[in-house]
């Protein structure tokens, strides 16, 4: 059971100007970027950012997560968070990238929990 890597997240309106300046930021390219049309978001990853775009209303049941973890293993984390006292809030499902959940800790800490089918 391993993090691999945690990501800050940012919540915009624009993903161009976004993807500009953490590129910049981060002096690298971005590594990654789909959508979830079904939900109205895109998303790319840059440096250490998951920058996630959309509307206000889009935008609404993510902006109350903290933190990102990408994961060696969903389900162990799953089992680990919950017996820690976790409360699962979204729990795990099919996303572009592999399988997320999102769990609210017992310190009241909204993560994502992401394991991707091929690891970044």
């Not at 953490?22 to 979830?36: H, I, P, V």
């Not at 049309?37 to 206000?56: N, Q, R, W, Y």
């Not at 993510?62 to 933190?67: Q, S």
């Not at 089992?79 to 996303?95: A, D, H, K, M």
Request: proline residues 7%; negative net charge.
């Amino acid at each position: 059971m391993n993090i691999l890597r945690t990501l800050t997240r940012t919540c915009v309106h624009d993903m161009e100007p976004a993807i500009l300046f953490y590129e910049k930021l981060a002096g690298t390219k971005t590594q990654s970027r789909f959508a979830m049309p079904s939900a109205g978001l895109e998303f790319a990853v840059t440096g250490d950012v998951l920058i996630i775009c959309g509307t206000d209303q889009a935008l609404l049941p993510f902006r109350e997560t903290n933190a990102t973890f990408l994961v060696d293993s969903l389900e162990e984390y799953h089992r680990f968070l919950i017996s820690s006292g976790g409360t699962v809030l979204r729990p795990p499902q099919p996303v572009p990238t592999g399988i997320n959940m999102t769990v609210r800790h017992l310190d009241g800490l909204v993560a994502e929990y992401v394991e991707h089918r091929h690891r970044p």
